[in-house]
């Protein structure tokens, strides 16, 4: 149950950033830039940066919902829970292996990112930017994860509603819908 009376048709995120609409603009517009916006990396590799750190950091309810968005977006159901596993045997690009590992020590302390996994992303092809970013989204997504489990949200259990959140992602993107949320009240779904 949250600690403060949100909207029971909103699990997570969603219902914290309905909760307090002036502060979550700009929150959606970063996430809507980092993760959507143009890149030379895929959606589906930024999903994993979020997808690694939110399981590093045990929220359920990120770690399923960009485990979702990334398995739609990349298209298989395998790379992200791999990734979840063991970065270094998961079937991602070596740069990409490099670019998880720099946003899993983001995830633990800001300082524990070290030259050297700078250096490394870098030798494996990585451009600052894409540092820059990784980190940057890493950031993002420890302030989403303490945001969502500090507030005791609604996390569902069931995988078909991950899987529909995933689908609305890959569609819709981190904007607020344009006519809201209201009308997920009768079919008791949720959106982004």
Do not use: W
């Not at 029971?8 to 309905?18: A, D, K, R, S, V």
């Not at 990396?41 to 990334?70: D, P």
């Not at 300082?111 to 990784?134: L, P, R, S, W």
């Amino acid at each position: 149950m949250p600690y403060i009376p949100l909207e029971e048709h909103l699990p997570g995120i969603t219902g914290l950033l309905e909760y307090d609409k002036e502060a979550a603009a700009p929150i959606r517009k970063l996430t809507q830039i980092l993760l959507r916006g143009e890149s030379t990396l895929t959606e589906g590799e930024r999903e994993l940066i979020a997808t690694v750190v939110s399981n590093g950091n045990q929220c359920k309810f990120c770690t399923a919902a960009h485990t979702a968005a990334a398995d739609v977006l990349l298209g298989d159901h395998e790379t992200s829970q791999q990734v979840k596993d063991n970065i270094i045997t998961a079937p991602v690009s070596n740069k990409m292996k490099a670019l998880l590992t720099i946003a899993s020590m983001v995830r633990e302390n800001g300082k524990a990112v070290t030259k050297d996994a700078i250096d490394e992303a870098k030798a494996q092809g990585a451009t600052d930017i894409e540092i820059h970013d990784t980190v940057l989204i890493a950031a993002l997504f420890c302030y989403y994860n303490r945001y969502v489990d500090g507030l005791a949200t609604v996390t569902p259990s069931n995988p078909d509603f991950y899987r529909g959140l995933g689908e609305r992602l890959k569609q819709h993107g981190y904007n607020r819908l344009p006519q809201g949320y209201d009308h997920l009240k009768k079919n008791k779904t949720v959106a982004q």
